[in-house]
Nanobody
C-alpha cells in the first residue's frame, strides 16, 4: 500500500516562506498527477497546485506567482515552495497522487501551515 508523508509545515510570519515535501513510500506505476490541496478551518478542501507527468503545473489563482510545485522522481518526492505567505494561506496542507492506471488516489495525512505574526 502506497503511503504519502508530508513534512515542512509550521508557523511562519506573513511574508515568509516554507517548503513542503511529500515523499512516497514506493514508486507509483505509470502516469500520475501530483497535487497539493489545503483545508482551512470551516472551509472545504481546495486544490492549490497540481502537476502531471510531462505537463506544466496548474495553480489556484490565489497562489499564482507565490507558490511553486516541483518533483524529484528519483526520490519519489514532490514539493511545494511557498513564498510571500499570507494569513489566508493558513490551513492543513495535503499531498495527493492520482494514479491514472487504475484510477487510484493516495493522500497524505496533512501538515499544518500557520501564517501569523
Amino acid at each position: 500500500q502506497v503511503q504519502l508523508m508530508e513534512s515542512g509545515g509550521g508557523l511562519v510570519q506573513p511574508g515568509g516562506s516554507l517548503r513542503l515535501s511529500c515523499a512516497s513510500s514506493e514508486d507509483i506505476f505509470g502516469i500520475k498527477v501530483m497535487g497539493w490541496y489545503r483545508q482551512a478551518p470551516g472551509k472545504q478542501r481546495e486544490l492549490v497546485a497540481q502537476i502531471a507527468d510531462g505537463s506544466s503545473p496548474n495553480y489556484a489563482d490565489s497562489v499564482k506567482g507565490r507558490f511553486t510545485i516541483s518533483t524529484d522522481t528519483a526520490q519519489n518526492t514532490f514539493y511545494l515552495q511557498m513564498n510571500s505567505l499570507k494569513p489566508d494561506d493558513t490551513a492543513v496542507y495535503y499531498c495527493n497522487v492520482h494514479q491514472i492506471f487504475g484510477n487510484l488516489d493516495y493522500w497524505g495525512k496533512g501538515t499544518l501551515v500557520t501564517v501569523s505574526s
